[in-house]
């Protein structure tokens, strides 16, 4: 979550993914994504650098626009640097979903959404992708939906 999603113009966001949402996901697809459990943290006056060029894609969602969510194209490794909660400098190397989830949020301080990064042709609502396309893998989805 992002200031700015609450209406505060900051550049602080929270960050975390908890081990009990990977738990719900199906066989595989944790590590397909590169999920691992990342503790609760805040990220102050972000600095983002992209560490692989190689983006790569998966569905993702935001809370600003629920029950929605399209492929989106992200690099895999980043590095931040920033302050903490306690205005202490830190750097931190994420690669995976933790790389995306810091890039979406880092977005969200810069006036970008997801929505501006994805592509167009994949947007469905969540239970559109549930009923529909969850058994696809991504580059599936993409064939049978074609380009942007």
């Known amino acids: 979550m992002a200031a700015p999603q609450i209406g505060l113009s900051l550049q602080i966001a929270v960050i975390e993914d908890a081990a009990s949402y990977i738990e719900k996901m199906p066989p595989g697809q944790a590590e397909e994504r590169g999920r691992v459990p990342v503790p609760f943290h805040v990220i102050i006056n972000p600095k983002l650098t992209l560490r692989d060029g190689q983006p790569i894609e998966f569905f993702e969602g935001c809370l600003s626009f629920a029950g929605f ?20 400098p830190v750097s931190i190397d994420a690669s995976g979903w933790y790389a995306r989830i810091l890039q979406h949020e880092i977005d969200h301080l810069n006036g970008v959404i997801y ?14 992708h549930a009923r529909y396309w969850k058994d696809l893998s991504t580059q599936e989805i993409l064939d049978r939906l074609g380009g942007d």
């Open 69 to 88: 969510s399209a492929i989106v194209p992200r690099a895999r490794a980043v590095r931040v640097q920033a302050l903490n909660e306690k205005a202490e």
């Open 115 to 128: 929505a501006d990064r994805m592509r167009s042709r994949t947007l469905m609502s969540v239970e559109n």
